[in-house]
């Protein structure tokens, strides 16, 4: 099956106290990133490359240190490639429509 090639964006905020707190990113259960959050007052935007078969993806963020701290993450949206994020929040892949170049 073909693949495409999706970029995809959203906003992660966080508040915390105490020690840096970490998070991680998963797109249908697998990991695609951990971070330690060392800001304050600033939002990260997280950028997810997925070379995947047409479908729908579901992005997650988990909180690893969540005695001092909460996550938040907000307007995920496609930056490049056939995606669309769906009704239900998750990265809807298609295979685009090719031109006929044989004329």
């Known amino acids: 099956m073909q693949t495409e090639f999706v970029i995809a964006t ?14 991680r990113c ?14 304050n007052d600033v939002y990260l935007e997280e ?7 047409p ?3 579901t992005v997650r963020f988990e909180l690893l240190d969540t005695e001092h701290a909460s996550i938040k993450v907000r307007n995920l949206r496609i930056l490049t490639g056939p995606g ?5 929040g998750q990265v809807q892949i298609y295979t685009p429509e090719r031109t006929n170049e044989s004329s």
């Open 10 to 23: 959203c906003n992660v905020y966080c508040k915390w106290s105490g020690p840096h707190p970490r998070y």
């Open 84 to 88: 669309v994020i769906a009704p239900d």
């Open 26 to 39: 998963y797109v249908n259960n697998e990991l695609f990133s951990e971070r330690t959050w060392i800001w």
């Open 55 to 57: 479908g729908k993806y």
């Open 47 to 53: 950028n997810l490359q997925i070379q995947a078969a």
